[in-house]
């Protein structure tokens, strides 16, 4: 009889354990204030360790509480019974299977905590680091993602994104002050952007949204001045593509930030325009690359009146892999048979990685062409008689007449049926780089 109690008072008190365990830990998480028991100590937030060790001691004592009742159960039951000695038996066995079962108890939790308090205050291994985004509290991490359209959902008390790893680009983090990616008004006031190197944390204090991405080789367009590498408000991801600019930068474009890559010999450059369409004759900004070919980044100030944009790679330090270079003739495709005109060659040696020069320096030779003496003496420059422009290779052209701009890339047969000198006037200065 003792054995068959022990065996249900055991069996009794395992589920007991289980239910009161995981029915209380199932309710730790979401509890901030815990009896102070004796012996115990509080769990710490956030902290699993130390929930699984206040539970732990809290199943210890109503173990002991349970085979204290069973006693005082068959203590009674032994005074109620004293003439029934089928019944005082019953409750002997009662009363040693409780004692019993309480030594066991005690026995075990002393044991375990002789042998090794792990096992019964147990403590978190940190993993390895892993590369990516985290959320931080400033001591523990979890996984974040690249984008959050809104800041409530992330876990309380993790206001600050990690950036974590070993030799990884530079993270781009658009911040904005509301949810969903919006700005205070169309032209994202309020978002700011910034840089982090691996192993740097930002803080998401005040934040409704955020969006990331690494930074990559292009160009970036900003609705605020460029500093210390970095525009203020927001600023566009990368883009190498030329054509009308994208709401908000359009007429409303302050800076730029061009990301080259020294390395691989990728070097970006740009031209505005006042046009819808880059490749007719406007208004034009001068040809935007960085000089010095080792940088990896360049910022410029003080664009505006910005419509569209012609992007090319500059091929600076294989140049002559661009082409032959570029003759300019009087007459339209001057460089067929019967055209009779009088031709300037630009070289490859000449251009070099970038030529710019005015079109009544580029002097007409008439070396084997028959025209009377009044045609050449009167054509004796390109400004003078611009008839075509063949282009041998891959050049970016850049034909100007005052502030006006036009940029070809490849032969123009007849100048006098483009914009730039139909309705602008004669050729001006001249751009020449040579791009991949």
């Known amino acids: 009889m003792l054995k068959k109690n022990y065996k249900l008072s055991l069996l009794f008190s395992f589920f007991l354990f289980l239910f009161i365990f995981n029915g209380s830990f199932a309710l730790a998480l979401e509890v901030s204030d815990y009896p102070n028991i004796p012996g115990l100590t509080q769990p710490t937030e956030n902290d699993l360790p130390s929930y699984i060790s206040y539970l732990f001691g809290v199943a210890v004592y109503i173990a002991g509480a349970i085979a204290l009742i069973s006693f005082a159960v068959g203590a009674v039951q032994l005074a109620m019974a004293a003439s029934n000695p089928s019944l005082a038996n019953n409750a002997k066995d009662r009363m040693k299977g409780s004692i019993l079962g309480l030594i066991l108890t005690l026995s075990a939790f002393v044991i375990l905590r002789t042998i090794n308090p792990t096992l019964i205050t147990p403590t978190l291994t940190a993993l390895p680091e892993t590369d990516g985004l985290f959320y931080t509290n400033g001591s523990s ?30 993270l781009l983090i658009w911040k904005f002050p509301n949810t969903n990616f919006e700005g205070n008004d169309q032209y994202y006031n309020g978002v700011t952007v910034v840089r982090k190197k691996c192993g740097e944390v930002e803080s998401l204090a005040g934040v409704g949204s955020f969006k990331t991405t690494f930074e990559t080789p292009g160009i970036y367009y900003c609705m605020g001045e460029c500093s210390n590498n970095m525009c203020s408000g927001y600023m566009s991801e990368s883009t190498s593509s030329s054509g009308e600019l994208p709401s908000p930068f359009k007429n409303n474009l302050k800076s730029i930030r061009i990301i080259n890559n020294p390395a691989d010999d990728v070097h970006y450059g740009i031209i505005f325009h006042s046009t819808n369409d880059p490749t007719v004759a406007g208004s034009c900004s001068q040809p935007l690359f960085s000089i010095d070919t080792n940088k990896d980044i360049e910022c410029f100030n003080n664009i505006s009146n910005s419509s569209s944009s012609t992007v090319f790679f500059w091929n600076d330090k294989d140049f002559k892999s661009s082409g032959q270079g570029i003759d300019f003739y009087s007459e339209p495709f001057g460089w067929s048979k019967g055209s009779r005109a009088g031709k300037h060659s630009l070289g490859v040696d000449t251009i070099k990685n970038y030529w710019t020069g005015e079109a009544q320096d580029l002097t007409l030779s008439y070396s084997g062409i028959e025209r009377p003496s009044g045609y050449k003496n009167v054509y004796q420059n390109f400004q003078q008689h611009s008839g075509s422009i063949n282009v041998k290779g891959n050049y970016a052209v850049v034909l100007w007449s005052g502030s006006t701009c036009q940029v070809f890339f490849k032969d123009i047969t007849n100048l006098k049926s483009t914009e730039i000198t139909a309705s602008v006037g004669n050729i001006g200065k001249i751009n020449i780089i040579p791009v991949k």
């Open 141 to 170: 991490y979890t996984s974040a993602p690249t984008s959050e359209g809104n800041t409530s959902n992330i876990p309380k008390g993790y206001r600050q994104l990690a950036y974590r790893c070993s030799n990884g680009p530079i």
